[in-house]
Nanobody
């Protein structure tokens, strides 16, 4: 069984930065893409970024305006989301997700496994 665990969230001032991590464990059986999503209270889950198995190809949501960068280290089974220039509107629970196919994907429905999320709170 595959498990995903996010970490790195917390409280940060507006304009600050955080780096989230997602560690994958268990049986994946194949090369897989990873994605980051977020969800604020009362809001729909929002796509942020996705990265291919190789780490060389990524998709980003227009809404993040170049502030976020996704990366991965497959030797450590870890995917990262570097977040800069944070604002109060970035406050949400951030989720990583795994898709059992190499290319990136923007759709939440395309992902097979999800972490439990890590809270990011940006003070204004």
């Amino acid at each position: 069984q595959v498990q995903l665990v996010e970490s790195g969230g917390g409280l940060v001032q507006a304009g600050g930065s955080l780096r989230l991590s997602c560690v994958v464990s268990g049986s994946t059986f194949s090369e897989y893409a990873m994605g980051w999503f977020r969800q604020a209270p009362g809001m729909e889950r929002e796509f942020l970024a996705s990265i291919s198995w190789s780490g060389g190809f990524a998709h980003y949501a227009d809404s993040i305006q170049g502030r976020f960068t996704i990366s991965r280290d497959n030797a450590k089974n870890t995917t990262y989301l570097q977040m800069n220039s944070l604002t109060a509107e970035d406050s949400a629970v951030y989720y990583c997700a795994l898709r059992r196919s190499p290319p990136p994907n923007r759709l939440a429905q395309a992902y097979h496994y999800w972490g439990q999320g890590t809270q990011v709170t940006v003070s204004s």
